[in-house]
């Protein structure tokens, strides 16, 4: 009979979690013993009992038999949230595939020394008529738009926590000291803002859920009180009220003593949203980002581990925030891209919340206008419940799409970027004041050199990309790698053929810029793309800047359709709407789609109806066309109808197996062994067979700072088949000796192209 052995570690509040002890474990343990458990053991010299915390199970002993201790007992009190939280660990390295200690410090931050800064509030310190009194005033002088800014947000609020003023509001200290020494506001710290308390009265009223959100709310309590925690997908076009919905939802979940957790995308948690929340919830939020170090993420964890806390708004990694008693996560714009990690383990925050939310008895809602096909997917077989909300709260009317067909416009002799109709509109909302959108499409967009004479393109020394044209305006020319940093002086000369017939392709946001400023000398216009927003708060401060009316065009890419609302906007212009659908991965449909629509959602969201221009050079592909009529059943029946033909996700579950090295060969040859090795195992290797090895091949970018890729994907329509076939992959990879020379990688489900 095999005796088992368990890793165990003492204390996971340290930074020793990487620091296991195997044990074994005594008969009359036998089989009782699971991972998450926790334990008490003989530790150290003296053997004193300590606690700890069962990480792993396996049945070879690693150290000299005679050498290794037993576990003494198994705590039965409750379990902790670590024990959870090392459960879901457990799950992750399963599923993702990664080591058990990778998988541990995804959800465990490790504590570190920081000098911890006290949290300052600011409070408006007269009364409301005075301070609009005051705003006039500071209206009167252009030079005072943060003053103007930041006095427009206290009227509302009254009260605004410091670092949000400074990170949303780009509101620099000096000017908050200023409002503080002519009286119209109070910098509170901590300490003393939880003495004098809050000031809610002077806030003005939440709206009235309608009776659509109302009857949401209400299945949701009714289902919770039950017992039926469930996962709900809440699809609903922009501004229909959502936010309202998750926020009623967790009044539910706070009433029965529990906490929430509030997945957003880093870059659409606007300033308006977080004061929402503050304004229904009190004090009792608090706000992750990913800016955070692990001390700081540590510290924030710390106050909910004490309990100080009942709900925490942040990105992916506030998933793991250790709620002893969790009641809800909430994922908003759950089609989000930045849910997938790209690091080991390239875990999901769906499927994760999903399992966390499993292992504590927690319901789960999805939100979004365009819910990713994998959620509505499920929500069609009957795993989750599907919610809609179809029209804006606010009785705002969707806007107007155009689509202009970009072949028609070079047969009339229009060789610029602007087709026509564009042109008009552009001309005519600078004429009526009002402010308009230009949406580049970056994907399959960058901004390249090449020879016309040979054709030769400059790439990366290091990687299997091409290189990227930078204008740092006074200085020379760069070109840039986008994968490792590296930058060369862009010289006008081709250093194959040595021909000066050598020039820039592709447009970057720069020359789109350039090209509208000569239609349009007059106009302001700001431009947001990586260049600009370069800087901790760019991002902010050129948003924040549009918003109050500093420009008449925005020009930008991706960055500029989320979150934000400027209800001055009333046109949005698409340029190249279907170059991202040119890219290789199965998912090119549906992030086309969602960009089409997103941008199209930031038109006409005021009092005046907005209009969008979708350009294109095909207007008949079914993705143009659903986007065009923002019909998203349209655009789902067409998607799903072609992963179930090509055995894409979700239909069929997918791995795709990176495989890299330092020499080619190498990495050829190794892929080549772990392909046919499983091919191997698989007993049916016919096109029915349980899991399909498809590659190695070469990827799209072969090499990436000096390192060779290949890539290999298994399919099937079975995904716990697939994950064995993933695990024996791991133990062949592991029986070869993977180390530096060179390393797989596993991604479930991949949302990107390799
Ligand atoms: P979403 O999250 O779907 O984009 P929000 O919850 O942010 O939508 O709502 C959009 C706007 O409509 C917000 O300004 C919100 O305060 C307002 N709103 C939401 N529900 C209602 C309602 N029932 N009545 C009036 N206004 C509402
Ligand atoms: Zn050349
Ligand atoms: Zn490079």
Redesign the pocket.
């Known amino acids: 009979m095999s005796t088992a052995y368990v890793d165990i570690i003492i204390d996971i509040s340290h930074e020793a979690i990487d620091r296991a002890f195997q044990y074994e474990v005594p008969l009359s343990l036998y089989g009782k013993i699971t991972v998450g458990m926790q334990v008490q053991v003989p530790f150290g010299r003296g053997n004193h009992l300590r606690t700890g915390y069962v990480i792993g199970i396996s049945d070879t002993p690693q150290y000299d038999i005679d050498k290794i201790k037993a576990v003494h007992s198994i705590v039965t009190n409750q379990v902790p949230v670590e024990g959870q939280l090392i459960r879901l660990a457990a799950w992750l390295k399963d599923t993702y595939g990664s080591t058990m200690y990778q998988a541990l410090m995804t959800v465990m931050p490790v504590k570190k020394k920081i000098r911890s800064v006290e949290k300052k509030t600011l409070r408006l310190a007269v009364e409301p008529e005075e301070g609009n009194l005051r705003l006039l005033e500071y209206k009167r002088n252009k030079r005072n738009r943060a003053k103007v800014r930041l006095m427009e947000a206290l009227l509302e609020h009254v009260e605004i926590p410091y670092d949000l003023v400074k990170d949303k509001l780009n509101i620099s200290p000096a000017t908050c000291e200023r409002l503080q020494e002519e009286g119209t506001l109070e910098i509170l710290t901590e300490t003393q803002y939880r003495q004098v308390g809050t000031r809610k009265e002077l806030l003005e009223p939440e ?4 009776e659509l ?1 109302q009857s949401l709310v209400e299945e949701f309590r009714q289902d919770y009180l039950a017992g039926d925690y469930k996962t709900y997908l809440l699809h ?9 919905v998750y926020m009623h939802a967790i009044d539910t979940v706070i009433e029965q003593g529990r906490q929430a957790i509030v997945l957003i995308p880093e870059i659409s948690l606007t300033f308006q ?1 977080v004061m ?1 929340f503050r304004r229904h919830f009190g004090e009792r939020i608090t706000i992750l980002n990913s800016r955070m170090n692990d001390g700081e993420r540590y510290d924030q964890f710390e106050r909910i581990r004490k309990g100080e806390v009942d709900i925490v708004i942040g990105p992916r990694s506030a998933l793991f925030a250790p709620f002893a008693n969790l009641g809800l996560i909430v994922m ?1 714009e759950e089609h989000e891209s930045s849910y997938k990690s790209d690091n080991v383990p390239k875990y999901h925050a769906r499927e994760t919340a999903i399992q966390r939310a499993e292992m504590s008895g927690a319901s789960v809602i999805l ?1 979004s ?1 365009t819910p990713s096909v994998t959620s509505y997917y499920k929500a069609q077989q009957g795993e989750y419940r599907l919610w809609e ?1 179809k029209h ?3 009785a705002q009317e969707l806007a107007q799409v155009e689509i202009v067909d970009l072949r028609e416009e070079l047969r009339m002799g229009n060789r610029s970027r602007f087709s026509y109709r564009l042109q008009e509109l552009l001309k005519q909302r600078l004429e009526q004041g009002q402010q308009s959108i230009i949406f580049m499409n970056r994907r399959g967009y960058a901004s390249f050199v090449s020879c016309r004479s040979c054709g030769e393109v400059v790439n990366c020394p290091h990687c299997q990309v091409s290189l990227t044209y930078h204008d740092h305006h006074s200085r020379q020319p760069r070109l840039v790698c986008h994968y490792c940093g590296y930058t060369e002086n862009y010289v006008q000369q081709c250093r194959a053929c040595g021909s000066k017939m050598i020039g820039r392709f592709g447009s970057g946001t720069q020359q789109v810029e350039a090209e509208l400023q000569e239609y349009f000398p007059e106009a302001r216009i700001l431009r947001m793309d990586a260049d600009t927003t370069k800087g901790k708060d760019g991002h902010e401060a050129i948003l924040s800047a549009f918003g109050e009316g500093k420009a008449d065009i925005l020009v930008g890419t991706q960055m500029i359709v989320k979150g934000h609302d400027f209800p001055n906007v009333t046109l949005v212009g698409i340029l190249a709407a279907d170059l991202s659908l040119h890219s290789q991965d199965y998912m090119a449909g549906e992030r086309t789609f969602d960009l089409l629509t997103q941008a199209a959602g930031r038109a006409g969201r005021g009092q005046q109806p907005g209009t969008v221009v979708i350009q294109t050079y095909d207007p008949d592909h079914t993705v143009i066309q659903t986007a065009g009529t923002q019909d998203y059943e349209a655009f789902y029946a067409n998607e799903i109808a072609y992963r179930r033909i090509l055995k894409y996700p979700p239909v069929y579950s997918m791995i795709a197996v990176l495989v890299t090295a330092k020499q080619e060969e190498l990495a050829e040859q190794l892929a080549g062994m772990l392909a046919d090795n499983l091919r191997k195992q698989q007993t049916d290797t016919g096109p029915e067979a349980a899991v399909r090895v498809i590659g190695p091949t070469a990827p799209v970018i072969a090499k990436i700072k000096d390192i060779y890729r290949r890539v290999i994907y298994l399919k099937s329509s079975k995904e716990d088949l697939l994950l064995q076939a993933k695990d024996q992959m791991e133990i062949y990879a592991a029986s070869i000796g993977q180390q530096e020379e060179w390393k797989v990688y596993f991604d479930l489900n991949p949302m990107k192209g390799y």
């Open positions: 709206p009235e859920l309608n959100q609903g076009v922009t501004g229909s009220g959502k936010t309202e949203t929402r908003d939100g206008a909300l804006r709260a606010k």
